[in-house]
């Protein structure tokens, strides 16, 4: 069955940076976009990017270029998310969400169990 | 950058229809996904390419668009049904979130 696997919590402080891992497996890890979405607490949904772990190639949302960057380890079917110069306002819990082709466009069907990312000095 | 509108709240009574729009100019050109969330949970698809309703997903979801608005209706509510419910729609390679509607039960 298909499984998405998020590494553990993190506290950090401001302006330093975050790594957030999420292990694939049930699947082709290769085969599939990997996304990241994050909530803040009582927020919403925010949509940050994806990655395609074939290529490597990345799409990131305005608000986080520069900031964020995704990369993939295809040898261990993992995906990473790392955001630089953390505020407090990065507090959030940080998905990774499988998205697949379903002939005419990609939806999130499988996701993360969420890692929660606090910012504090 | 896209941009989509939900209503902050919607409320019906157990067994009535619940409607959740969802408004913005990318879904003119743009399929859309509606995904429930539930306290301490990850979002869980619900309808996807507007209205095909993900497996697994009771006959009572559905979903239609019209024009620059998406709709989520939910038949015969139950109390299990109180959740977030929240859009997802743009291109390829940039995607944007609504704002979420918190669906209440009464």
């Known amino acids: 069955q298909v499984q998405l696997v998020q590494s553990g919590a993190e506290v950090k402080k401001p302006g330093a940076s975050v790594k957030v891992s999420c292990k694939a497996s049930?699947?082709?890890?290769?085969?599939?976009?990997m996304h990241w979405v994050r909530q803040a607490p009582g927020q919403g949904l925010e949509w940050m990017g994806r990655?395609?772990?074939?290529?490597?190639?990345?799409n990131y949302a305005q608000k986080f270029q520069g900031r964020v960057t995704m990369t993939r380890d295809t040898s261990i079917s993992t995906a990473y998310m790392e955001l630089s110069r953390l505020r407090s306002d990065d507090t959030a819990v940080y998905y990774c969400?499988?998205?697949?082709?379903?002939?005419?466009?990609?939806?999130?069907?499988?996701w993360g169990q969420g890692t929660l990312v606090t910012v504090s000095s | 950058s896209y941009e989509l509108t939900q209503l902050p709240s919607v409320s019906v009574s157990p067994g009535q229809t619940a409607r959740i729009t969802c408004s913005g100019d990318?879904?003119?050109?743009?399929?859309a996904d509606w995904y429930q969330q539930k306290p301490g949970q990850a979002p869980e698809l619900v309808i996807y390419?507007?209205?095909e309703r993900y497996p697994g997903i009771p006959e009572r979801f559905s979903g239609s668009t019209s024009g620059n608005t998406t709709t989520l209706t939910i038949s015969r509510v139950l109390t299990e049904d109180e959740a977030d419910y929240y859009c997802?729609?743009?291109?390829?390679?940039?995607?944007?979130f609504g704002g979420g509607t918190k669906l209440t039960v009464l």
């Open positions: 049930g699947y082709t890890f290769t085969g599939y976009y």
């Open positions: 997802l729609s743009g291109d390829e390679d940039n995607r944007v």
């Open positions: 390419e507007d209205s």
């Open positions: 990318v879904l003119g050109e743009n399929y």
């Open positions: 969400a499988r998205f697949s082709y379903s002939g005419y466009d990609y939806r999130g069907d499988y």
């Open positions: 990655i395609n772990p074939n290529s490597g190639g990345t």
